[in-house]
């Protein structure tokens, strides 16, 4: 019997968590520039779209990292590494 050794559930799911961290505390610094802008006393209008740009670059990031994860799994699986491996 050869069979292939299979990874723990938890080490597919850690896979990219750091990018994807990265997407979601952007998109909160984003908010916040948003919200300062819109309701800090004497702060630029234009800190209001820098706010919608950064959340928006945020969600960019973590649909990035999704899709790359995706890609992993899919390229893991393909090639047998894991059989039993659906993304």
């Known amino acids: 019997m050869n069979a292939a050794p299979v990874a723990p559930a938890?080490?597919?799911?850690?896979l990219f968590r750091t990018l994807k961290n990265t997407g979601?505390?952007?998109?909160l610094?984003?908010?916040l520039a948003m919200i300062a802008g819109r309701y800090m006393p004497g702060a630029p209008?234009?800190?209001?779209?820098?706010g919608v740009?950064?959340?928006v670059f945020g969600w960019g990031?973590?649909?990035y990292a999704l899709v790359q994860r995706a890609a992993y799994l899919?390229?893991?699986a393909?090639?047998?590494e894991h059989p039993g491996l659906k993304s």
């Open 74 to 76: 899919r390229a893991r």
């Open 53 to 55: 740009s950064v959340i």
């Open 10 to 14: 938890e080490s597919f799911a850690a």
């Open 45 to 50: 209008r234009w800190l209001t779209y820098v």
């Open 61 to 63: 990031v973590f649909a």
């Open 24 to 27: 979601f505390v952007v998109c």
């Open 29 to 31: 610094v984003g908010a």
């Open 78 to 80: 393909s090639t047998g």
